[in-house]
């Protein structure tokens, strides 16, 4: 026993980052997520707020010019058009729930090849909204379209749906709500693989079937698909616009243009590069959307302390 | 189960779902088939009217060759690889780093930042247009496709942060403990304990990440303009403007343009199964 370096006495010195490192750590794996997101994301935010307080083209100098963009809105005709379209996106466009529901019930069974036949009745999701648009698009052709053919054969007149100013924006919903409903499909055909089998063994034993059980006892338990399918439903409507781009340009007369739309062709179109005024727009999308955020963020806040 | 296993119904109940299943799923794809149809029609059979009728030829290889030698869609696809997958690699990284800070280390303001991705994943684009379009004319990065990466891997990081976080707060933690308890550093930690275990969850973002970029259309428009660098969301659309009515031609591009993510989904299903479902539901 000899002079044995005793590490108690002399502690390793240990630099400021190893005493920090548990502190430390986590902003170091931030760092670069958070600059990215501030940069692109979160700062623009900001800076939308404050290009709608002004006149500008995009290129020359900027004029303040206060709430004026703001009470524009207020008596502009194209506005309010894209504000209800927006309102019948949102509602139609929660049919994609039920209609996901209905068919993951149908096809949540167990004989041969269902696992293809769900798979393809996912498909549409994967494809871009763009095609997805062409494709209603060509359906829809006044002439040659696959749709009047059909109602055609059926002996009613010719149909012009995109053509119409009071049937378009309905017509592209319907094409959006195609890629949606095998969207939450989807959700619903993972949630039924996650449902108890005793719970429903039990209320079987006590008489529950059909509706009821589904009402009941089913839907319950799909609680978390059917929050994600709310959240994804909502945001997707609010966020439509390749289909609109797509089918009809914001057409017949404008009447299928909704804010997302309309903001873009003020802001970055041929009507005119009216950045300002876009960014009011787009100011007044955000703060729709942002009802709903606020609503997502206060149920995972929930769930979060719940845990 | 439910609804009840359809083997325990009766047999003409039986045969009557399976003879339905064929019936609902022709239905249910019948634009896509017909577009698929069109793509092997003759130019002749539109200008003769025979927009639904059977092909007059099996125009398969004329079209399709169209398409691929005389068109400008090969660079569209081009620049849409270029621009998906770098993104991919991108956000993946990013957020791997970020869901393993917010998943594994507890300090005040974790939920706020992590509230943060969120929020931000679900914005209206139209709000960061006018600003982020600026910010790209400003770095010089207007019209190319490191432009639109950037832009994409910053905003797709909000959503995979909050897949990665709830991802790696489903690990077992006291795994990580005990390699803290051995005195491994913690950059350690996340390469040789952590990054292992979130293999799926990667490749389940890798696949979704892929499909969404690829799929693209809105930034394309903003951030680009012609085939130097837009992709191929937005190049169809001057595809379809130069065979403006030749639906045989306008047919096979759309195809083309969206093979990609579709050959991506049926051979990755699963993954992209669970990334679609956020994991929440298992």
Same mark, same amino acid.
């Given at each position: 026993m000899t002079t044995a370096t005793l590490p108690d006495t002399d502690p390793p010195k240990r630099g400021w980052y190893k005493r920090n490192e548990i502190a430390v750590t986590p902003w170091l794996f931030l760092a670069p997520a958070i600059l990215f997101f501030a940069v692109y994301v979160i700062i623009p935010i900001f800076q939308s707020f404050s290009i709608s307080l002004y006149d500008w083209d995009g290129l020359g100098q900027a004029e303040y010019i206060g709430l004026a963009n703001y009470q524009e809105l207020m008596n502009d005709r194209a506005f309010e058009v894209s504000l209800w379209n927006n309102l019948k996106w949102l509602v139609c466009y929660l049919l994609a729930i039920p209609a996901g529901l209905f068919i993951a019930l149908f096809l949540n069974q167990t004989v041969t090849g269902i696992r293809i036949y769900k798979s393809l009745f996912f498909f549409?999701?994967?494809?871009?909204q763009v095609v997805v648009g062409l494709v209603f698009a060509w359906f829809y052709l006044?002439?040659? !379209?696959l749709l009047p053919a059909i109602v055609g054969w059926f002996g009613f007149g010719p149909v012009n749906v995109l053509g119409d100013p009071s049937w378009a924006t309905y017509g592209i919903i319907l094409a959006g709500l195609w890629p949606q409903t095998a969207y939450c499909m989807i959700l619903y055909l993972t949630g039924l693989n996650a449902v108890d089998p005793e719970q429903v063994e039990a209320a079987r034993l006590d008489g529950a079937k059909g509706w009821k059980m589904l009402w009941y006892v089913i839907i319950p338990q799909l609680k978390p698909a059917t929050f994600i399918a709310f959240v994804v439903t909502i945001i997707g409507a609010l966020r439509s616009f390749d289909l609109i781009s797509i089918m009809?340009?914001?057409?017949?007369? !404008?009447?299928?243009?909704v804010l997302s739309f309309y903001m873009f062709e003020k802001a970055l179109s041929e009507y005119g590069f009216r950045m300002g005024y876009g960014a009011a727009i787009a100011v007044v999308l955000f703060l729709i959307m942002l009802v709903f955020i606020a609503y997502f963020l206060w149920s995972m806040y929930r769930e979060e302390k719940g845990h | 189960m439910f609804p009840r296993p359809i083997q325990q119904a009766s047999a003409p109940a039986q045969t009557a779902y399976k003879t339905m299943l064929p019936i609902a799923l022709i239905l249910w794809l019948l634009p896509l088939i017909a577009v698929a149809v069109f793509s092997i029609k003759p130019a002749s059979d539109f200008t003769q009217g025979n927009?639904?009728?059977?092909?007059?030829?099996?125009?398969f290889f004329n079209n399709y060759g169209q398409v691929f030698f005389n068109s400008d869609m090969p660079r569209y696809m081009l620049n849409s690889v270029l621009i998906t997958v770098p993104t991919v690699i991108g956000a993946v990284a990013l957020s791997a780093m970020a869901g393993f800070a917010l998943g594994v280390y507890k300090f005040r303001s974790n939920i706020w930042v992590f509230f943060m991705f969120v929020a931000g994943n679900f914005v209206p684009f139209q709000i960061l247009m006018v600003p982020v379009r600026d910010l790209t004319l400003d770095l010089g990065l207007y019209n190319t496709k490191t432009g639109l990466v950037l832009f994409h891997i910053a905003f797709q990081t909000g959503f995979c942060t909050l897949f990665m976080r709830n991802f790696i707060r489903a690990l077992p933690f006291p795994l990580i403990e005990a390699a803290r308890v051995e005195g491994v550093a913690e950059w350690r930690i996340f390469w040789y304990v952590v990054l292992p275990l979130m293999k799926p969850a990667l490749a389940a973002l890798a696949v979704l990440i892929f499909t969404f970029i690829w799929n693209d259309y809105f930034w394309a428009i903003v951030l680009t303009q012609g085939p130097?660098?837009?992709?191929v969301t937005a190049g169809i659309t001057s595809f379809n403007a130069q065979y403006r009515a030749a639906y045989h031609l306008m047919s096979a591009g759309s195809i083309v343009a969206a093979l990609p993510p579709v050959l991506m989904f049926f051979l990755m299903q699963k993954h992209f199964i669970a990334g679609l479902t956020l994991g929440a539901v298992k």
């Amino acid at each position: 026993m000899t002079t044995a370096t005793l590490p108690d006495t002399d502690p390793p010195k240990r630099g400021w980052y190893k005493r920090n490192e548990i502190a430390v750590t986590p902003w170091l794996f931030l760092a670069p997520a958070i600059l990215f997101f501030a940069v692109y994301v979160i700062i623009p935010i900001f800076q939308s707020f404050s290009i709608s307080l002004y006149d500008w083209d995009g290129l020359g100098q900027a004029e303040y010019i206060g709430l004026a963009n703001y009470q524009e809105l207020m008596n502009d005709r194209a506005f309010e058009v894209s504000l209800w379209n927006n309102l019948k996106w949102l509602v139609c466009y929660l049919l994609a729930i039920p209609a996901g529901l209905f068919i993951a019930l149908f096809l949540n069974q167990t004989v041969t090849g269902i696992r293809i036949y769900k798979s393809l009745f996912f498909f549409p999701f994967v494809l871009s909204q763009v095609v997805v648009g062409l494709v209603f698009a060509w359906f829809y052709l006044p002439n040659e !379209g696959l749709l009047p053919a059909i109602v055609g054969w059926f002996g009613f007149g010719p149909v012009n749906v995109l053509g119409d100013p009071s049937w378009a924006t309905y017509g592209i919903i319907l094409a959006g709500l195609w890629p949606q409903t095998a969207y939450c499909m989807i959700l619903y055909l993972t949630g039924l693989n996650a449902v108890d089998p005793e719970q429903v063994e039990a209320a079987r034993l006590d008489g529950a079937k059909g509706w009821k059980m589904l009402w009941y006892v089913i839907i319950p338990q799909l609680k978390p698909a059917t929050f994600i399918a709310f959240v994804v439903t909502i945001i997707g409507a609010l966020r439509s616009f390749d289909l609109i781009s797509i089918m009809t340009n914001g057409g017949p007369f !404008g009447q299928t243009r909704v804010l997302s739309f309309y903001m873009f062709e003020k802001a970055l179109s041929e009507y005119g590069f009216r950045m300002g005024y876009g960014a009011a727009i787009a100011v007044v999308l955000f703060l729709i959307m942002l009802v709903f955020i606020a609503y997502f963020l206060w149920s995972m806040y929930r769930e979060e302390k719940g845990h | 189960m439910f609804p009840r296993p359809i083997q325990q119904a009766s047999a003409p109940a039986q045969t009557a779902y399976k003879t339905m299943l064929p019936i609902a799923l022709i239905l249910w794809l019948l634009p896509l088939i017909a577009v698929a149809v069109f793509s092997i029609k003759p130019a002749s059979d539109f200008t003769q009217g025979n927009y639904w009728g059977v092909p007059g030829s099996f125009e398969f290889f004329n079209n399709y060759g169209q398409v691929f030698f005389n068109s400008d869609m090969p660079r569209y696809m081009l620049n849409s690889v270029l621009i998906t997958v770098p993104t991919v690699i991108g956000a993946v990284a990013l957020s791997a780093m970020a869901g393993f800070a917010l998943g594994v280390y507890k300090f005040r303001s974790n939920i706020w930042v992590f509230f943060m991705f969120v929020a931000g994943n679900f914005v209206p684009f139209q709000i960061l247009m006018v600003p982020v379009r600026d910010l790209t004319l400003d770095l010089g990065l207007y019209n190319t496709k490191t432009g639109l990466v950037l832009f994409h891997i910053a905003f797709q990081t909000g959503f995979c942060t909050l897949f990665m976080r709830n991802f790696i707060r489903a690990l077992p933690f006291p795994l990580i403990e005990a390699a803290r308890v051995e005195g491994v550093a913690e950059w350690r930690i996340f390469w040789y304990v952590v990054l292992p275990l979130m293999k799926p969850a990667l490749a389940a973002l890798a696949v979704l990440i892929f499909t969404f970029i690829w799929n693209d259309y809105f930034w394309a428009i903003v951030l680009t303009q012609g085939p130097d660098a837009q992709p191929v969301t937005a190049g169809i659309t001057s595809f379809n403007a130069q065979y403006r009515a030749a639906y045989h031609l306008m047919s096979a591009g759309s195809i083309v343009a969206a093979l990609p993510p579709v050959l991506m989904f049926f051979l990755m299903q699963k993954h992209f199964i669970a990334g679609l479902t956020l994991g929440a539901v298992k």
